[in-house]
C-alpha cells in the first residue's frame, strides 16, 4: 500500500490489527493542544549530548563532565567512563565551569562531526586558562583512535587520547597525568579486555538503557571508519549481557536496547553450549523479571537472519521498530559501497520482515553523493524510498573519510550536487514520516514515560514504535508504561492524552 495513507499502518491493516491486544485499547478520541507541544528530535550523530550528573559532587568528590558525541555505541561508552570512574571519587556533573575532568566523547563518521571536537577543544583552552587552570582534559572515542598523536599537535589543552577499547583504563591514565609523568595516548584495540575489566554492575540513570552486546565491524564498506577506529567486530559472552540487564533491571529500567555497530551480527555459545544469534538472546533477556521492553539497533540486511525475523513476530516484549540501513537504491551504487548486498535483496527482506511483523515502523540510513552515484542512481534511491516507505530515516550527504577506500575513488560529487539530492530525498523522507506519525492518530499506544517535557504538566515519554510522545499528566507516571490515545502528529513526535 501507499505509504501517504493517513489513516492505517503502514502494512495496509486497520489499526485495530496483529497487536490490537498490546496498543490499541479502543477508547474514544478527544481534542489536543499539538501547538504547545516541543517536538521530539531522532537523535542525530551530528548533536552532542552532555552526560546528566548522577550524584551532586562535595567537597570529599572530584566531578567530571563528559560530553557525548556521535551514536548510541558513544552514550553506552560515555556511562560505563562515568562507572569506572565512580570508584575513584568521580561524579559526573553536567557544565564544564568547575570540572577536575573534561572527557569529550567523539564521533568520527563525518568529517563535520570530528571538526566539532577541535571547535570544542578551543573554548576549553580559553576556559581552562581563565577560569579552571587544574582542569584536566580526555578527548575518547572514534576521533581520538584516528588521529591519535595528532589530536596533542593540533590541541596542546588535551591531557589524555583514549580510543573507544580502553577507556577502562581511565582511572591508571588519570594517575599519570596528575602525577605529571606526562601526558597519555591510548588507542589499543583489545575489546574483549575492556568489557572483562568494565564493572558487572551498571550506574543505571532512567527507565531506558543502551547496553552494548556487539562492537566493531568486519564490513568494510568503502564509505565508513568504523572498522577502523572501533576494529574487528566481537560479540559479548552471554553471562556478561545477562549480569548487565539484571542490574539495569534490579535498579527500575524497564526498556533495554541492545546496540552494536551491527548488531544482528551477534554471535557467541549459549549456556547450552548452542550457537546463539541475537534473536536467541533477545528471548533469553526478555525472561529478565522488570524488563518490559526491548528494542535492538542498529542492524545490517546481510545478517538478518530467520531466527531474529520469528522473534520479532514472538517475542511480545520487542518493540515494532527496526533501523536497517540500505544507504543507497542503485545497485551499482550498493557495490561500489561494498554493501554486500543488492536492493532487490533487501526489498525481499522487508516483505519477509513485514509478513512475520506487520505493524513494524521501518527506520533506515540513507548516503547521497556517494562518488560515481549518477542522476539515474539518485533516482533509484528515491525509487527505493517510494517503494519501502520509512517511519523514520537518517540521511547524509557522503562525506570523504581520510584513509577509506571511498576517499580516492574518481567522480567525487560536487558538493551543491549533494545538497540538492539531499534536500529532494529529505522532502520525501519527512513527508513519509509525518504520515506514518499521522496514521496513529486516534490509537491508543503504551508510552514509557522517561521525564517531564518543556510544558508546564507535561510529560514526554516513547511509544512501541520509538516516536517521542508528549502527553499531560502528573510526575509520579515517570517510569511507568502508560496507555496514552493520539490526537496529533508532527514529523518528529506524538501528542495524545491519558486514558
Ligand atoms: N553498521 C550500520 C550499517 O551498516 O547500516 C551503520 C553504522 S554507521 C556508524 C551509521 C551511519 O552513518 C551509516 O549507516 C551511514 O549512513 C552514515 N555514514 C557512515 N559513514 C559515512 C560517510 N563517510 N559519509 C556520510 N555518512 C556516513
Ligand atoms: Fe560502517 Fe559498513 Fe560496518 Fe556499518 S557495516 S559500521 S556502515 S563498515
Redesign the pocket.
Known amino acids: 500500500m501507499s505509504p501517504r495513507d493517513k489513516t492505517a499502518p503502514r502494512d495496509g491493516r486497520p489499526a485495530s490489527g496483529r497487536n490490537s491486544t498490546v496498543l490499541d485499547i479502543g477508547r474514544p478520541p478527544t481534542a489536543a493542544n499539538p501547538s504547545a507541544k516541543p517536538a521530539a528530535k531522532p537523535r542525530d550523530?551530528d548533536t552532542p549530548t552532555v552526560l546528566s550528573p548522577r550524584l551532586t559532587p562535595n567537597k570529599n568528590t572530584k566531578s567530571v563532565f563528559i560530553k557525548t558525541y556521535g551514536?548510541q555505541m558513544n552514550v553506552y561508552d560515555s556511562e560505563r567512563m562515568a562507572d569506572v570512574l565512580a570508584p575513584i571519587g568521580y561524579s559526573a556533573v553536567d557544565s564544564p565551569d568547575h570540572a577536575d575532568l573534561v572527557i569529550l566523547n567523539t564521533c568520527h563518521?563525518?568529517e563535520k562531526a570530528a571538526e566539532k571536537v577541535y571547535s570544542e577543544l578551543g573554548r576549553i583552552r580559553k576556559h581552562q586558562k581563565t577560569n579552571n587552570p587544574d582542569m584536566k582534559v580526555a578527548v575518547a572515542g572514534c576521533v581520538a583512535q584516528a588521529e591519535g598523536a595528532e589530536i596533542k599537535r593540533r590541541a596542546p589543552v588535551v591531557d589524555m587520547v583514549l580510543g573507544p577499547q580502553t577507556y577502562h583504563k581511565l582511572p591508571e591514565m588519570i594517575a599519570q597525568v596528575t602525577r605529571a609523568t606526562g601526558d597519555v595516548l591510548e588507542t589499543d584495540f583489545d575489546t574483549i579486555e575492556k568489557f572483562d575489566a568494565l564493572p558487572a554492575g551498571r550506574n543505571a540513570k532512567g527507565y531506558s538503557a543502551f547496553l552494548t552486546v556487539q562492537e566493531g565491524?568486519d564490513?568494510f564498506?568503502t564509505?565508513?571508519?568504523?572498522p577502523y577506529t572501533r576494529g574487528a567486530e566481537v560479540s559479548r559472552p552471554v553471562d556478561q549481557i545477562v549480569a548487565e540487564a539484571r542490574s539495569l533491571a534490579s535498579q527500575g529500567v524497564r526498556e533495554i536496547t541492545l546496540i552494536g555497530?551491527?548488531v544482528d551480527a551477534y554471535h557467541a555459545d549459549g549456556p547450552d553450549g548452542s550457537a546463539w544469534g541475537l534473536g536467541h538472546l533477545i528471548r533469553h533477556l526478555a525472561k529478565i523479571g522488570g524488563i518490559d521492553r526491548m528494542r535492538f539497533t542498529?542492524s545490517?540486511p546481510r545478517d538478518m537472519d530467520a531466527d531474529l525475523i520469528e522473534t520479532l513476530a514472538t517475542e511480545p516484549k520487542l518493540m515494532p521498530y527496526l533501523h536497517l540501513?540500505i544507504?543507497a537504491g542503485s545497485d551499482r551504487v550498493l557495490d561500489a559501497m561494498n554493501r554486500g548486498h543488492t536492493y532487490e535483496h533487501y526489498k525481499a527482506l522487508i516483505a519477509r520482515i513485514r509478513a512475520a511483523r506487520p505493524d513494524i515502523a521501518l527506520s533506515g540510513?540513507?548516503?547521497v553523493g556517494f562518488p560515481g552515484e549518477t542522476d539515474e542512481d539518485f533516482e533509484a534511491t528515491m525509487t527505493c524510498v517510494r517503494e519501502i516507505g520509512y517511519a523514520s530515516s537518517?540521511s547524509?550527504?557522503?562525506?570523504?573519510?581520510p584513509g577509506?577506500p571511498?576517499a580516492s575513488l574518481p567522480r567525487q560529487v560536487p558538493e551543491d550536487v549533494k545538497s540538492e539530492r539531499l534536500k529532494r530525498l529529505q522532502e520525501l523522507l519527512y513527508t513519509q514520516q509525518r504520515e506514518w506519525n499521522e496514521s496513529l492518530i486516534g490509537r491508543t499506544l503504551d508510552v514509557l514515560v522517561e521525564g517531564t517535557a518543556k510544558g508546564d504538566g507535561q510529560l514526554f515519554g516513547r511509544s512501541p514504535y520509538l516516536t517521542g510522545t508528549h502527553f499531560d499528566g502528573p510526575e509520579s507516571l515517570i517510569g511507568q508504561i502508560v496507555p496514552v490515545r493520539i490526537t496529533s502528529a508532527g514529523v518528529n513526535s506524538l501528542v495524545g492524552e491519558r486514558v
Do not use: W
Open positions: 550523530v551514536c563518521i563525518r565491524c564490513k564498506c564509505f565508513c571508519v568504523v555497530q551491527n542498529t545490517h540501513p544507504q540510513d540513507f548516503i537518517f547524509f550527504k557522503y562525506s570523504v573519510r577509506t571511498g
